[in-house]
């Protein structure tokens, strides 16, 4: 690939807007596809064509990256005759960047053979903020004659590549066991700060205690803070998506054999992060799962 290389981003969300603005940023040839065209609107200043269909944005584009909300979205933008995959061309690669699990992952694989074209696991680690920054960490898997066509997009936008596999599929493993570690340190930091509330202590002092030592994540801070204030409006990752994430963990806990029982906490974690969701916060961020430590369940 050189500098002409055209990119489809389709999805142009909290992570995708961003991704896009730096493919286009970087001299890449952008074009974007979003369900709500005006969220994709504002790319036009950034050097990206807005498209009107998936199909549009694919057609003649060397490399398709998905970036939306789960596994079905994913489908269905991609399937279908104003579907991407109909329009990409036989040399075309595509990289589904977006974080859908184990058994989606094989569903999409299995649409792209049928067609014929390319396909990269490529699920990224990292938030807005790095999303804006061009700092993402991205987990990928797929052939390894791919790697240097897919070099210039995972540039643009991420900060590493950790290539993990050959197998579609061995990044969106290694992505859920790191969300299985995000997911499970802000209910822990949730849960604790509730309980410091129960006995009466101050949950800032308890933040404040662990600040700096070895128990004071950097990260206790960051979402500590707005757990104590209720204040969830700033979305860095939403609680809606963070709860498909506690989902797609604890399905892959229960396709392990005895694994429910040794590992029982996944399940709990499952229906924290759906509750919070069912109490009407799923656009917050994912932080608000704290209210699920507020309110008695049913
Ligand atoms: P987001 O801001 O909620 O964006 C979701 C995107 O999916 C939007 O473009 C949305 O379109 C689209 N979408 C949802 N359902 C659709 C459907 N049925 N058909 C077509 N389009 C549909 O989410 P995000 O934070 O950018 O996350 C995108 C992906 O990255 C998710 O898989 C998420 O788990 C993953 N991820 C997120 C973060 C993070 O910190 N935010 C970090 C790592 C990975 P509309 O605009 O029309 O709703």
New binding site residues.
């Given amino acids: 690939m050189n500098e002409q290389t055209t990119v489809a981003v389709i ?7 961003p991704m896009a603005a730096n493919l286009a940023s970087s001299g890449l040839d952008v074009r974007v596809w ?3 065209r005006e ?1 994709a609107e504002p790319l036009a200043d950034r050097g990206a064509d807005i498209a009107d269909s998936p199909a549009d944005a694919a057609a003649g584009a060397d490399v398709v990256l998905t ?4 596994g ?2 994913v489908e ?2 991609m399937s279908g005759e104003r579907g991407a995959l109909a329009a990409m061309g036989d040399d075309a690669v595509w990289l589904q ?4 699990g184990i058994d989606a992952t094989e569903r999409l694989l299995s649409l792209a053979a049928q067609r014929g074209v390319a396909f990269v696991d490529a ?6 903020k790095p ?1 804006e920054q061009g700092e ?1 960490m991205v987990l990928a898997a797929g052939p390894e004659a791919l790697r240097e066509r897919c070099a210039p997009v995972f540039d643009a936008v991420g900060r590493e590549v950790r290539w993990v596999g050959v197998q579609a599929g061995a990044a969106s493993r290694f ?1 859920l066991v790191l969300n299985a570690w995000l997911l499970s340190l802000t209910e822990t930091l949730s849960e604790t700060i509730a309980f410091a509330r129960e006995l009466g202590v101050d949950p800032a002092e308890f933040l404040d205690a662990i600040d700096g030592g070895p128990l004071g994540l950097g990260y206790a801070q960051l979402k500590g803070k707005p757990m104590i204030a209720l204040a969830f409006d700033e979305v ?3 609680l ?3 709860a ?2 506690a989902r797609l963990v604890h399905d892959a806990i229960e396709a392990i054999e005895d694994a429910e029982s040794r590992l029982p906490f996944f399940a709990a974690l499952d229906a924290q992060y759906a509750r919070a969701d069912e109490l009407g916060h799923g656009h917050e961020d994912m932080a608000a799962v704290h209210h699920a430590a507020r309110f008695a369940g049913s």
């Avoid at 970036?67 to 789960?70: F, T, V, W």
């Avoid at 960047?97 to 859908?100: E, H, P």
């Fill in positions: 999805g142009t969300g909290i992570m995708g807007a979003n369900r709500s969220k970036m939306l909300a789960d079905g979205a269905s933008v960047m977006s974080t859908v699920p990224v680690l990292g938030t807005r999303a993402l992505k860095a990752f939403s809606s998506l963070a498909k994430d």
